[in-house]
C-alpha cells in the first residue's frame, strides 16, 4: 500500500529469513510418506467425495477411493474433514517469521511483492528442494520498479530507481540478474489515500518501457496500483496483473471488460482494504477461537493494528468489494493475497480472512479455494503445487468439516505437511523479552540487525537519511546517521530507529530495563529521541530532547518513569533531526540497564 503514516512506520527492516528444521507432531508421521484416508478433497479446482490420497518421498502418488496403501505407510482418517492443497497467498511482504507463521496457518506457498533481493538465493534453495521445514515456501518480486521518491523508497532502504524509459531495459535486466522472478511495478501517487497527488510515481513512458522488457525477458509484469485510471493505462500497456484492487471508486464496465479481453488478472488484497476502512476484520480474525490458539504475540499485535488516516477513507472497502463482484461477473482471474507486512494483517491467518473477503465479494466457496490454489500456481508458472494430483508436491492442509459450504471451515486446521512431512503447529509463545545490556551496533561492518534509518518520505516528504558504520570514541564500533531534512512534509525528520524486536514494531517485553544510556555527537543541532510502545502502535510516544556537539555527550533516557512509555511492550526507539537543512550525528555505547 502507499498510504500516510506516522513517523515509526517510516522504515521497514528486511531480515534474513533464517533455516531450521521441525519435528513431526506427536503420534503422527514423521517421514514423507503417508496416506489420508476417507477424506473429501478439493483437488485445486473440484470437489471430489470421500477418497484416499497417498504421498510416497514428498509427492502425491495416488488418489481414488479404492487406492491400495502399502504395509509401513502411516494412515491418518480424513472422515469429516477436507484435504486442500497448500494455500498460496498471492501477495505478501515476507521477511523476519513469516514464513513460519504462514506455514503454520496451511500457507505452503508465498509469493512476496518487496523484499531485500539478497534473499532471494536461499529461498530458491528450499523452494526446489523436498526438505523437512517449519517454513514456507518463497517466490519474489525482489527490489519493485519505483520513481525517485516514489513507493517503496520510503523505508529508509536505498533502492535503485527508474526515471528514464531509456534505462528499463537494463534495470529490469539487473532485477531478474539479482534473482527477481516477476517485475513488479508501482504506478500510484497516493492520491487515493488523500485526495491529491503526494509522491513521484512512474512516468507513463517509463512504465510502458518496463513492463515491455520484462516481457521481452519472458518475467511477469505485475503493477501496484490503487485508482483505477492507473489501472486503466496499465492494462492498455500489456501488465500480466494488478496486484491490488482499485479501490478510490467503483470502476465503470469498460475497464472491467478490457482486464478480461487481455486475459490480466487481479489480486484484491481485501484484508487490507478492509484495515483501510476500519472494517475490524484483523481483530475479529484473532478472536476467532479456531485461529487465536496458533498466533504468535506480534501476530496478534498486527491483526489489531490500523492506518492513521481519515476518516472519509472508509469507502476503500465498500468500492473493492463492489469492483471484486464486477470482475469475477465478467470471469477476470482472481488470486488471493493478503498484503500481509501491513497493519491489520499477519502472515497465514489471514489468508483465511481473505478466503471469506471474496466469497462476500460474490465468488462461491470453491472459487475462493481455486483463487488461493491453483489460480495463482498457474498465473505464476508454479507447476508443481496449487493442485492436488500425481506427481505433484505433497502441501497439503486437513481441516475439519466443508469449506465449500462454508469459507471459514479452512479456519479449523487439523494437520498441514509440507513436502508429505507434517508441520509441528506450535502454539504462541509470550512475547520476546529484552534484558539489560549492551546493544549491537555493527555486524559485518554495517550497521546490526534492527537498525535502519528513517524519514518523513513515508508521508510525502522528501528528507534523506543514511546509516554507515563508525568508529566511537575509544576505537569502537558507532553508527554513522548523516542526510538532510527538506521542509514541506506536515511532519519533517530524518534519522534512525532500532528495533528491539525481531520485527519491525513488534511489542517486546522489556519489563526488567530502567533506562536507556549512549553516547551521541553531532553537528549541534538538536535532535528528539521517541520510544514507541504500548498496546496502541499510533499511540502517542515518549520524548525526550537531545543535544549534541562536537564531543561525545552521554545521554541517558529515564525510560521506567518516561511518561507515555509502557515497557511492557516496547516496539521502537527513534533519534532523529527535524531541522531543515544537511545534518549528521553518531551514536555509540547504547546500553539498556
Given at each position: ?144 520498479v519505483t520513481a525517485k521518491g516514489g ?353 519491525p514494531m513488534a511489542a517486546t517485553d ?84
Open positions: 500500500m502507499t498510504i500516510p503514516r506516522p513517523n515509526w512506520l517510516s522504515v521497514l527492516v528486511l531480515v534474513a529469513l533464517s533455516g531450521g528444521a521441525v519435528a513431526a507432531d506427536p503420534g503422527a508421521e514423521s517421514g514423507d510418506d503417508v496416506a489420508i484416508r476417507d477424506v473429501r478433497v478439493f483437488d485445486g479446482q473440484r470437489m471430489l467425495p470421500a477418497t484416499t490420497v497417498l504421498v510416497r518421498d514428498g509427492l502425491i502418488a495416488q488418489i481414488g477411493p479404492k487406492v491400495a496403501i502399502p504395509a509401513g505407510v502411516p494412515v491418518v482418517e480424513g472422515r469429516g474433514g477436507t484435504l486442500l492443497p497448500g494455500l498460496i497467498d498471492a501477495h505478501t511482504h515476507s521477511w523476519g517469521e513469516a514464513r513460519r507463521d504462514a506455514l503454520r496457518f496451511g500457507v505452503t506457498t508465498e509469493l512476496d511483492m518487496f523484499t531485500d533481493h539478497r534473499l532471494i538465493g536461499e529461498a530458491r534453495k528450499d523452494r526446489e528442494g523436498h526438505a523437512r521445514t517449519d517454513r514456507a515456501d518463497l517466490w519474489s518480486a525482489g527490489t519493485l513507493h517503496g523508497t520510503e523505508y529508509g532502504m536505498a533502492i535503485p530507481t527508474l526515471d528514464d524509459p531509456a534505462q528499463a531495459e537494463d534495470f529490469v535486466r539487473t532485477r531478474i540478474g539479482e534473482g527477481s522472478d516477476y517485475i513488479k511495478l508501482v504506478v500510484d501517487d497516493g492520491a487515493a489515500y488523500v485526495g491529491r497527488p503526494r509522491i513521484p510515481t512512474l512516468s507513463d513512458a517509463s512504465m510502458q518501457a518496463a513492463i515491455a522488457a520484462a516481457h521481452r525477458q519472458k518475467k511477469l509484469a505485475i503493477v501496484h496500483v490503487a485508482q483505477a485510471g492507473d489501472a486503466r493505462k496499465v492494462i492498455d500497456a500489456g501488465a500480466d496483473g494488478l496486484i491490488h484492487v482499485y479501490s478510490d471508486r467503483v470502476a465503470d464496465q469498460a475497464l472491467v471488460a478490457e482486464i478480461k479481453r487481455r486475459d490480466a488478472f487481479v489480486t484484491p488484497t481485501l484484508s487490507v482494504m478492509a484495515t483501510l476502512s476500519r472494517s475490524g476484520e484483523g481483530a475479529r480474525l484473532a478472536a476467532d477461537p479456531r485461529i487465536a490458539p496458533m498466533l504468535q504475540p506480534a501476530q496478534k499485535d498486527a491483526l489489531g493494528q490500523t492506518f492513521p488516516l481519515p476518516k472519509d477513507i472508509d469507502q476503500h472497502l465498500p468500492n473493492a468489494l463492489e469492483n471484486v463482484r464486477r470482475l469475477h461477473a465478467a470471469g477476470v482471474t482472481l488470486l488471493a493475497g493478503t498484503d500481509a507486512g501491513n497493519p491489520g494483517t499477519t502472515h497465514g491467518a489471514s489468508q483465511h480472512a481473505e478466503l471469506a473477503l471474496l466469497v462476500q465479494a460474490g465468488l462461491i466457496p470453491v472459487e475462493a479455494l481455486r483463487a488461493a490454489t491453483s489460480a495463482p500456481a498457474q498465473r505464476f508458472g508454479l507447476s508443481d503445487r496449487g493442485r492436488i494430483a500425481p506427481g505433484l508436491r505433497a502441501d497439503l492442509v486437513l481441516v475439519d468439516g466443508d469449506p465449500g459450504t462454508d469459507i471459514t471451515a479452512t479456519r479449523a486446521i487439523r494437520t498441514v505437511w509440507k513436502n508429505g512431512y507434517s508441520v509441528a503447529r506450535v502454539a504462541g509463545t509470550p512475547a520476546a523479552r529484552v534484558g539489560v545490556g549492551a546493544v549491537e551496533l555493527l555486524r559485518g561492518g554495517q550497521p546490526a540487525p534492527g537498525w535502519a534509518a528513517s524519514t518523513d518520505q513515508i508521508i510525502g516528504g522528501h528528507s534523506q537519511s543514511k546509516l554507515a558504520a563508525g568508529q566511537g570514541r575509544d576505537g569502537g564500533p558507532a553508527i554513522e546517521v548523516a542526510g538532510e531534512v527538506v521542509a514541506g512534509a506536515s511532519s519533517t525528520w530524518a534519522g534512525t530507529i532500532l528495533f528491539p524486536g525481531a520485527e522489556a519489563s526488567g530495563v530502567r533506562e536507556l544510556v549512549l553516547r551521541v555527537r553531532g553537528d549541534g543541532r538538536p535532535l528528539t529521541l521517541l520510544v514507541f510502545s504500548g498496546a496502541d502502535m499510533h499511540g502517542r510516544p515518549g520524548m525526550q530532547q537531545v543535544e549534541t556537539g562536537s564531543d561525545w555527550r552521554e545521554v541517558k533516557v529515564p525510560l521506567a518513569s518516561m511518561a507515555n512509555v509502557d515497557l511492557t511492550r516496547l516496539r521502537g526507539i527513534s533519534l532523529a533531526s527535524a531541522t531543515p537543512g544537511a545534518f549528521a550525528f553518531a551514536i555509540e555505547a547504547v546500553e539498556l540497564r
